[in-house]
């Protein structure tokens, strides 16, 4: 019992000391409202490029009295460190997966099934449209508010020693996935046995043979630097996973109604630009691990989409999550 009082008290302690470099929403003297973002991706990412982009815009509509600092490469903290900074609003503005905010709030798990969006431009759709909207505000019952999403792009099979052409070739092998149910689910679904690693600790998994192979897509596999360790790319697309841009709510209630405003248009104008970026870095990545040996195969689609109906099916016999699902199918 002392010894977790103990770390509890070092926790927030260390909250407590760390909160003045936090501060996220304050006026300087020239009275600009600062708001501190941070997150884990290289300066390379698109996703990272479309937050620059959001800073620009937010700079101009605000004629210099609304700023972005952005923090990239975890250079404040991991994915869920950054979470927690945000929530007691140390943090203004943080980007995670979708898959991450399954914890939240069960109806993000609809977001990470696999082959739930017909293509890119229907997953845009729904992103954009009324189930988007819901599931950004959804989560703000955590102190948190979804400014909008990002393309992730899809997510596809590296791994070490083969390919996987089918799913069965998936058989005995271990496969990271983020934290998530919904993930994790899918790798068994499809026979493979899935295992949660941090995204930091990836490479050294992979090198060390902790997992036989992960799942993400091209520019992540480019950046991560992975493509030196797995050597086959089999494109499957089994899940389009979204990013979500969140803010604090703690840092949003104290902005002025401009001010939210000034925000909000910045993120919303930044997502058609980080759509641009982000196809023209998975071009690029694809090429890149292809010309330092990786071997790059398109899989039949339908047998995996298959394997994963039951899956489906499950998620289908939860009320709201069925609502959701039949939803998003209905977009045209």
């Known amino acids: 019992m002392i010894k977790n009082m ?12 760390i909160a003045p470099f936090f501060l996220v929403s304050c006026k300087n003297i020239n009275q600009t409202t600062e708001l501190k973002l941070a997150h884990g991706l290289d300066p390379s990412h698109p996703v990272h490029k479309g937050m620059v982009y959001m800073g620009q815009v937010l700079d101009e509509i605000s004629e210099g009295k609304m700023k972005l600092e952005i923090y990239p490469s975890g250079q404040l903290g991991t994915e869920q460190q950054n979470i927690e900074l945000l929530q007691i609003g140390s943090l203004a503005i943080t980007k995670v997966s979708a898959a991450v905010l399954e914890s939240f709030t069960d109806n993000y798990q609809v977001l990470g099934l696999p082959y739930i969006f017909k293509s890119k431009e229907h997953s845009y759709k729904v992103l954009d449209g009324d189930v988007g909207e819901e599931l950004l505000l959804s989560i703000d019952r955590y102190n948190m508010r979804g400014l909008c999403f990002y393309d992730a792009g899809a997510r596809s ?7 996987i052409n089918h799913p069965d070739d998936l058989k ?11 993930a994790m689910g899918l790798i068994r679904a499809m026979g493979g046995s899935a295992t949660p690693i941090s995204w930091g600790e990836l490479y050294t998994a992979l090198q060390s043979g902790v997992v036989d192979g992960a799942e993400n897509n ?23 996973v979204p990013d979500v841009l969140v803010v604090s709510t703690v840092v949003w209630n104290k902005l002025s109604d401009q001010e939210k405003k000034w925000l909000s248009e910045a993120a919303k104008r930044s997502v058609p630009k980080q759509r641009e970026l982000w196809a023209e870095s998975e071009r690029e990545s694809l090429r890149i691990v292809q010309e330092n040996g990786v071997v790059i ?19 289908e016999k939860r009320p709201e999550l069925n609502d959701l699902i039949k939803r998003i199918r209905e977009v045209e």
């Open 297 to 315: 195969n398109y899989p039949d689609k339908a047998p995996f989409a298959e394997r994963v109906e039951p899956m489906i099916a499950e998620y």
């Open 172 to 182: 005995g092998m271990k496969i990271r996935v983020m934290q998530s149910q919904t």
């Open 6 to 17: 103990y770390l509890i008290y070092r926790k927030f302690g260390l909250l407590m000391l």
């Open 218 to 240: 091209p520019p992540s596999l480019y950046t991560s630097h992975h493509y030196e360790v797995c050597k086959y790319y089999s494109i499957n697309e089994h899940t389009m």
């Open 157 to 163: 099979f590296y791994t070490i020693n083969k390919p």
